[in-house]
């Protein structure tokens, strides 16, 4: 048996299938898609960097303190915070106006690997910033590129505890045509990480819940031909 799960268990991947969070967007059709994916490309992006989300009661030397102190530092980072009660929820319209206007959008692990946000920065066509592998990598292989650098960036947790790097730097240092290049690959992610609207007639595109399907198929005609791991 293989369960879809919205985060994979590291320690028993062959029974698990990590899937991406819903997101607030559920088109119809692969024009609904397209036209999407054409409003993402002509968003303003006034920030080099942003980040949604709330401080973590506790250690002040954690990844998202850091981040916190370093995007509070910089006129170059929007800030969202999700403060208890919380606007993310109340408010997910202010929520992604903060990811459509940034080229970047920080990632920091939550509660847990993964986060919902990093499904709603991919859907502003803004880059994810992950600070962990696990937070992406090494949970949602079957949706994305196997090359991580095509759309995304990773800098190490711990170079950012450790206060070794700038994110505002190491983010600037990036050149242009790269950005963009990343950017277009994000953009063209988003039909595989949204699901369709399952009141619609005609789905004509394949989204996640598509792609899920084809790699529990793969695995079942694996096992049935004798394959032990069957992945």
Known sequence: MTALVLEMDPW???SHLAVPYPTNFH???AADVRAWQAKARA?????LFSFVGAARPGSNKTVRAEILQQCGA??????????KGSQCEAAPGAMMRVLESSSFCLQ??????????????????????????????TQYAEHI????????????????????????????KIPPAAVKAMRKEVIRLIPRFVYADPRSPR?????AFDIAVDVVLHRVAKRRRGDVDGR
Do not use: Q
């Open 12 to 14: 028993n991947p062959s």
């Open 27 to 29: 088109p119809a059709t």
């Open 43 to 47: 968003f303003k992006r006034r920030w």
């Open 74 to 83: 910089s006129s170059r980072c929007g800030m969202f915070r999700c403060n």
């Open 108 to 137: 920091p692990r939550g509660d847990t690997a993964t986060r919902r946000s990093t499904f709603d920065a991919v859907l502003a066509g803004c880059i994810p910033v992950f600070f962990h592998p696990d937070s992406a990598y």
């Open 145 to 172: 590129p196997a090359e991580p650098g095509r759309w995304s960036v990773l800098i190490m947790h711990t170079d950012v505890t450790d206060r070794n790097v700038s994110i505002e730097e190491t983010l600037a």
């Open 203 to 207: 789905v004509d595109f394949k989204d």
